[in-house]
């Protein structure tokens, strides 16, 4: 609905004042008038839009953060409130999706799988992190507040600059990694069952970096590894096919100040993964790894 | 990128002393409570019945144990929020030596008390 | 993480209508923590005025009329420090439930159960500091 570009007026009062100092030709008046009408039309078919959705029982009311710091007058954060017809099954994502394509195509958002496999669609909705494509809009109460992760640098409308957090992975290593190999030279490097059944949880992590922005310690610490980073130390320094060697490497990295002991068990990591993964258990089980490796050397 | 980070081991160990004195804590402060407010009554404190108490050199020790934990657990919990909060660079060096200065003047100061009551003439 | 821009009420104060127990158990440790270790240094000088009353004559202690028992016989006289002690309990008593179950979190034990735990340690300190109330505020008035 709203997606104009508040101070119409103003801007309006700036293009009479240049019309004045230099006379334009009759072709960019003509385009200024064209576009003013378009403006119009189209802000009249987004309020009649908006009447008719709002008058339908069957929409939900999305009340959407907006910002763009590359255009004057969208510098300023806001909320844009969008009608959108619910159809059963519908995710915030969906009904995203349906504002864009349907009322203001400059609403920007990452998103691609859909199905909640390439964790590029973490919002913060409703005042929690969300994996937006797998969050039901009959699960949330109206009007559902979409807003991007907090704890990061906007860059525009939803989607938020991931650089640090993606360094905070970088910094664990997470690929694997050893120096203990099968005797045969094709053969594979098997793992038990019992050990893939532990870092199983562990695997799941898709990146979306929900955790890291509910995190509260990675929100002031900034050299703080997060959640998802010590969860990713986590899957590989319990997978025994790394061997001693490498292990050790990696409790160096997760015991160094900023690792795991600045995690305070707020659990607010455990409770926003969208793929249910125990990261507060996870950080714990590495506390006790990483005291009982350095109790060994006393 | 691991290579930049060199506090190894250290954030562990005062991790783990932070639970051994905490769970310490958990049981003297409960004593200690019950002492000195259900066995002994709050308005019939007085200097000859501190220093009975004090002069139990079981009592004395565990009393002092008692300051030298409470003060390491207290310091540095608040130390570790500080951190939490971000606190780096040359102001988390003065905070953090302020932090001991004040430990060791509380910890001076409670000893001294102690010694008053128990009749040791080092105060 | 720098802002581009201020976000203000999103970022911090709007935010604790959606904290979950793990959270608030977080804020009111560190709540009480900081309230205790204030108390303690000043419960430490309140105490040092033993050592002024230790130089007293004997008949002048045992009539407890040195600095120290007059400090604290005036201090606990007041109903305020009365239920300023009441409050102390409260915030040591959350402190210590709290704490035992960080320490059970941190031995990994049901970590499942980690607001079950919280809210049991609200209502035990409740319940601990309303049967202290008498025993605390008796001779005060």
Redesign the interface.
């Known amino acids: 609905m709203s997606t104009q570009i508040p101070k119409q007026t103003e801007k309006a009062d700036e293009t009479a004042a240049e019309t004045e100092s230099e006379a334009p030709s009759k072709g960019d008046e003509r385009r200024a008038e064209k576009r003013r009408r378009a403006d119009e039309q189209r802000r009249q078919r987004e309020a009649e839009e908006a009447e008719r959705a709002a008058a339908d029982e069957n929409t939900v009311e999305l009340r959407v953060f907006r910002y763009d710091p590359d255009v004057e007058g969208k510098q300023e954060p806001r909320f844009d409130t969008f009608h959108v017809p619910f159809t059963k099954g519908m995710t915030v994502l969906d009904a995203l999706m349906y504002s864009r394509d349907t009322y203001d195509s400059s609403l920007t958002f990452r998103h691609s799988c859909r199905q909640a496999v390439c964790g590029s669609d973490a919002m913060f909705v409703n005042g929690g992190q969300k994996l937006a494509c797998k969050t039901q809009i009959d699960e949330l109460e109206e009007p559902i507040r979409v807003e991007p992760l907090p704890h990061a640098e906007v860059t525009k409308d939803l989607v938020v600059d991931l650089e640090h957090f993606y360094d905070q992975m970088e910094a664990v290593e997470p690929y694997f990694q050893t120096n203990e190999y099968p005797d045969g030279e094709l053969e594979e490097q098997r793992q038990t069952r019992e050990n893939r059944e532990k870092i199983k949880m562990s695997t799941r992590c898709i990146w979306c970096s929900a955790c890291m922005s509910s995190c509260n310690i990675a929100a002031g610490d900034n050299e703080y590894l997060g959640p998802a980073a010590i969860n990713k130390a986590y899957r590989f320094a319990m997978d025994e096919r790394e061997g001693e060697d490498v292990k050790q490497k990696r409790l160096e990295i997760i015991e160094q100040e900023h690792g795991v002991w600045r995690c305070q068990t707020q659990f607010s990591c455990t409770e926003v993964c969208p793929k249910d993964i125990p990261l507060t258990e996870h950080i714990q089980e590495l506390k006790r790894e990483a005291v009982k490796n350095n109790l060994k050397f006393w | 990128m691991a290579q930049r980070y060199s506090s190894f081991e250290k954030g562990g160990r005062m991790w783990l002393l932070q639970r051994v004195t905490a769970a310490f804590l958990l049981v003297v402060l409960a004593f200690h409570f019950f002492l000195l407010h259900f066995v002994h009554h709050a308005d019939e404190v007085s200097f000859l019945m501190s220093a009975g108490r004090m002069e139990t050199m079981s009592y004395y020790s565990l009393m002092v144990l008692f300051l030298l934990t409470a003060t390491f657990h207290g310091v540095n919990g608040v130390y570790n929020a500080l951190v939490n909060q971000g606190l780096t660079g040359t102001k988390r060096t003065v905070i953090k030596w302020t932090l001991v200065a004040a430990s060791v003047v509380l910890i001076l100061q409670g000893i001294r008390t102690a010694n008053a009551w128990a009749g040791i003439p080092l105060y | 993480?720098?802002?581009?821009?201020n976000?203000g009420l999103?970022?911090d104060f709007?935010?604790w209508?959606?904290f979950?127990?793990?959270?608030w158990?977080?804020i009111f440790h560190?709540f009480t923590?900081?309230v205790?270790?204030g108390y303690?240094?000043t419960h430490?000088?309140v105490?040092?005025t033993?050592?002024p009353?230790?130089g007293?004559e004997t008949a002048v202690?045992?009539a407890?009329n040195?600095v120290?028992?007059q400090t604290?016989?005036s201090l606990?006289?007041l109903l305020l420090v009365?239920v300023l002690?009441v409050g102390l309990?409260a915030v040591?008593v959350f402190h210590?439930l709290n704490?035992?179950r960080?320490?059970l979190?941190?031995?990994?034990v049901g970590?499942e159960s980690?607001?079950k735990s919280f809210y049991a340690s609200l209502v035990l300190t409740g319940a601990i500091t309303v049967a202290?109330v008498p025993?605390?505020i008796?001779?005060?008035f």
Do not use: H, P
């Open positions: 993480m720098s802002q581009s821009y976000r999103i970022e709007s935010r209508r959606e979950e127990a793990g959270m158990a977080w560190k923590g900081w205790l270790i303690l240094f430490i000088a105490l040092s033993a050592i009353a230790s007293a202690l045992q407890g040195d120290y028992t604290i016989v606990e006289g009365r002690e309990l040591a210590m704490g035992a960080l320490l979190v941190d031995l990994g970590l980690q607001d202290s025993t605390f008796a001779g005060a």
